[in-house]
């Protein structure tokens, strides 16, 4: 496919955005049309991802590189299995915000529409960014406009809860700037090659306390993004203080930038860190489920209670990762989407409420089903949707998540399924408070229920949560093959290490597969072998060791083909 399609997808909400410079503050609703126009058409661009997307490799497809700055600094895009749907969400969600926040924003309303799609464009260029420094770029470019979404539209407390988000998250990054540029210096070592090609990188394997150090960087930089125990303290100040907008997109999409950094850096990268640390990993994962829930049941503010939710959903989806199994990194990717979309949705429903209420303590409503029964109906499925049930998204997500934790502890699954216990007991409490009982309020009177405008935006979230609960292998084939190849990656990967000859030679251990993927090799979750090629950078001779690594691997009683 010849056509550009990722720097359209990614850089098209950047020319809405640059288009809306141009036209005046005053026409509000030609801003909105305009800024709407371009998410739709950026949405529409992306499905041509999805139906062009093959699943049976796990290369990355529809690739674009050339040359930027030089010395490794390239742009380089792509996507697999695992960025597909992350890509998706972010564009499938940007015309819903957009119009949830019609009639809500009217202070600034071009400066607005202009930062949320230039969030768009930071967003989805972390998602298809192959180059390293690249990536950074967008990591960071996206906390700018989020500053000011908060900082400008946000609540009464917006100063304190964006100079927290911004702060923490710009800590972890600028540790991470420091682990790429050493992974950089160590690349350029080994080869006398300057990159920052990540595919460039997963072939450089560091001893164990090199690893080590850089995983930490890189493992910080994303827990506080996703945010894990006991990095999380800056999400519920910022959920409560944005505008519903920003809520929707932060829980959305910001903190599945987290999730997505562990499984396409901070894992493959250093394999073996990845073992020493995982214990510690699962651990603050569990308490981030515990700790999440029980502070969700005790907020008397509703979108503090969705806010500290997504502590606990989040710290499942970790928990699933670090399974390091078919089961769980397939079910924590497709949780990243459920999670996704219930909460958002949830958000969006929080939204509505305050705009006929101005308020969001649980105490003020009541009986608002008896006015509103259309919204009740929405709720209630995006209530469910978010404490698992049966035939909605939640539930599959939340059994494969699970089932991948039980193949590699059955204490810590027993443990993780308090994430579903916990989350029925404050949705359906918080439910029934907010939409059954008696109207003490009198205020609740007067409200009119859900008009076509809310209507539009919810609806298609609805149906999505029916479509992946109901027929989730529409979602999981996709991800198949780039899963099982990033397994294997990092299962494999751990018996090599950078050897040095010398100060004047560099050997560069490489891993690189000797027999083709199978579609059936990949669907059973088969792991292929590695012939290891040991790379003289003197004299450019190529010795295959395969023999030899299995000849260590029997002394030690493994079997090499496993």
């Avoid at 608002?368 to 499925?381: C, E, G, I, N, T």
């Avoid at 089932?403 to 916990?422: D, H, K, N, P, Q």
Wanted: charged share 15%; with cysteine.
């Amino acid at each position: 496919m010849n056509f550009p399609v990722l720097s359209v997808v990614t850089f098209l909400p950047l020319a809405g955005a640059i288009l809306l410079i141009f036209l005046p503050a005053e026409k509000k609703n030609l801003l909105r049309y305009a800024a709407l126009a371009f998410a739709l058409a950026t949405f529409a661009v992306s499905l041509t991802l999805y139906f062009n997307f093959d699943a049976t490799t796990p290369l990355p497809q529809f690739e674009e590189k050339s040359a930027w700055l030089g010395y490794g600094i390239n742009y380089h895009l792509g996507i697999d299995g695992i960025s597909l749907y992350l890509v998706l969400l972010t564009t499938f969600l940007l015309p819903i915000v957009l119009l949830s926040s019609w009639t809500y924003i009217e202070k600034r309303i071009k400066e607005y529409l202009i930062f949320m799609l230039l969030l768009e464009t930071g967003i989805i260029g972390v998602f298809v960014s192959l180059n390293l420094f690249l990536f950074y770029v967008f990591w960071e470019a996206m906390l700018i406009p989020m500053y000011f979404l908060i900082g400008v539209w946000g609540g009464p407390r917006r100063i304190y809860a964006t100079l927290k988000f911004v702060l923490m998250t710009m800590f972890g990054s600028l540790l991470m700037l420091v682990a790429i540029f050493v992974l950089y210096a160590y690349y350029y070592r080994a080869t006398g090659i300057y990159s920052f090609n990540i595919f460039d990188h997963y072939q450089l394997i560091l001893n164990p306390g090199v690893q080590a150090w850089l995983f930490l960087a890189f493992a910080l930089a994303f827990a506080i993004k996703v945010p894990m125990f006991p990095f999380h303290t800056w999400l519920p100040d910022a959920h409560v203080e944005a505008p519903t907008a920003g809520s929707v997109i932060l829980a959305a999409v910001l903190l599945k930038m987290g999730t997505y950094g562990f499984l396409r850096f901070a894992l493959p990268l250093f394999p073996d860190a990845t073992e020493r640390f995982l214990p510690l990993l699962a651990v603050l994962s569990l308490v981030g489920i515990i700790y999440g829930g029980l502070m969700a049941l005790i907020q008397k503010d509703v979108k503090s209670l969705v806010a500290y939710s997504s502590v606990s959903h989040m710290g499942l989806i970790m928990l699933a990762v670090f399974a390091l199994n078919v089961e769980g990194v397939e079910g924590a990717i497709y949780q990243m989407l459920n999670h996704g979309l219930s909460t958002g949705a949830l958000f969006l429903i929080v939204g509505i409420l305050y705009e006929r209420a101005h308020t969001r303590l649980i105490k003020d409503f009541g009986g608002v089903s008896h006015q509103m029964p259309v919204f009740a109906a929405f709720f209630l499925v995006c209530m469910l949707s978010s404490v698992g049930l049966p035939g909605l998204n939640g539930f599959v997500g939340e059994v494969l998540c699970l089932f991948g934790v039980f193949r590699v502890s059955t204490l810590m699954a027993i443990l993780g399924v308090t994430t579903v216990i916990l989350a029925a007991a404050y949705l359906l409490w918080m439910y029934q408070r907010v939409m059954h009982g008696p109207i003490t309020n009198e205020k609740i009177w007067t409200f009119k229920d859900m008009n076509l405008r809310e209507i539009a935006y919810l609806a298609p979230i609805v149906i999505m949560m029916f479509w992946m609960g109901i027929y989730p292998e529409t979602f999981l084939r996709k991800m198949d093959s780039s899963v099982v190849h990033l397994l294997n990656r990092v299962k494999n990967r751990q018996r090599v290490f950078v050897q040095e000859a010398g100060p004047a030679r560099e050997k560069l251990a490489v891993a690189k597969p000797v027999e083709a993927w199978t579609q059936e090799s990949m669907a059973e979750g088969t792991a292929i072998k590695n012939a290891v090629i040991e790379v003289d950078m003197i004299t450019g001779n190529w010795a295959k060791k395969e023999e030899k690594l299995e000849a260590e691997d029997k002394e030690r009683g493994e079997n090499p083909d496993e």
